[in-house]
């Protein structure tokens, strides 16, 4: 059974950085997706980034050039390294997985592609 547990998440200000963390268990599928959603109160999950198994990534315009997904496959574990953090930055984010490439085939960020979801990590930016 894949399961997924997000880390990393907190409060800083407006300009700082965090680095949210996410450990892969019973996962085996020799190609893959995972990728980081973020929702924010009243507002629909959006897509934030995304890896492929290999290596191939894509950001939400929003976050290019402050957000860096990554993965160690030896542990098991996906990254998103967030900096330059703004206020509209702050929400829930969640860690996602799914059997398959997204990026390779241009694919978007929807949730709905993505079967396998932590339980999400609070990150709240003040101004």
């Known amino acids: 059974q894949v399961q997924l547990v997000e880390s990393g998440g907190g409060s800083v200000q407006s300009g700082g950085s965090l680095r949210l963390s996410c450990a892969a268990s019973g996962y085996t599928y020799s190609t893959y997706c995972m990728g980081w959603f973020r929702q924010a109160p009243g507002k629909e999950r959006e897509g934030v980034a995304a890896?492929?198994?290999?290596?191939?990534?894509s950001y939400a315009e929003s976050v290019k050039g402050r957000f860096t997904i990554s993965q160690d496959s030896a542990k098991n574990t996906l990254y998103l390294q967030m900096n330059s953090l703004k206020p509209e930055d702050t929400a829930m984010y969640y860690c996602?997985?799914?059997?398959?490439?997204?990026?390779?085939?241009?694919?978007?960020?929807?949730?709905?592609?993505?079967?396998?979801w932590g339980q999400g990590t609070q990150v709240t930016i003040s101004s």
């Open positions: 890896i492929d198994s290999d290596g191939s990534t």
């Open positions: 996602a997985a799914r059997a398959g490439r997204l990026v390779y085939y241009g694919m978007g960020l929807k949730p709905a592609d993505f079967g396998y």
